[in-house]
């Protein structure tokens, strides 16, 4: 960050207890530290955890997993619940964390989650959003992500295949 996102005065670094250099807004008298989005994707798994969904979105080609922004005042597991519902239509009934990465391109936090959801019906997926969702075991979804993906590595974590 250059400039301050209150007024737009050029930031210089000043030396903060604790902390070491950050960039501080002389006109406001504050420092600035690093904004960025935060994001969740899930893991989402069949009750019986044999199966995961994977979807393609946006007419894109590639398996990718659930994933959405995290609404300003939302807590990282409401916004799991949220996104796999407003996605795919399936309802969390559990979920843990397994990873975090951070996404330069896109500036944002990436919160990854497993899920399971209570059960495996696609009747009420988001065609607004979603362009197809399938289950896949395992061994498949692996296959079947996108390869050297935030995805893919999220998914290998989970799964313990590095």
């Known amino acids: 960050m250059k400039y301050c996102y209150e007024c737009g005065t050029k930031l210089t670094e000043r030396e903060l207890e604790n902390e070491g250099k950050i960039p501080y807004c002389e006109k406001c008298g504050e420092y600035r530290f690093p904004i960025f989005s935060t994001a969740v994707s899930m893991i989402v798994e069949n009750p019986d955890k044999t199966e ?31 996104e796999v519902m ?3 239509g399936l309802k969390v009934i559990d979920m843990h964390f ?6 330069e391109k896109t500036n944002t936090l990436m919160l990854n989650y497993a899920c399971t959801v209570e059960n495996e019906s696609l009747a009420h997926l988001n065609t607004g959003e979603v362009d197809k969702a399938q289950w896949f075991t395992h061994e498949q979804a692996c296959e079947n992500i996108k390869p050297n993906s935030l995805a893919e590595k999220f998914l290998l974590h989970y799964l313990n295949i590095q």
């Open 52 to 82: 995961i969904l994977l979807i393609q979105q946006y007419g894109r080609k590639n398996n990718i997993l659930v994933a959405g922004y995290v609404n300003k005042g939302e807590n990282a597991e409401n916004a799991v619940m949220r």
């Open 98 to 103: 397994n990873k975090s990465e951070y996404f």
């Open 86 to 88: 407003e996605e795919t």
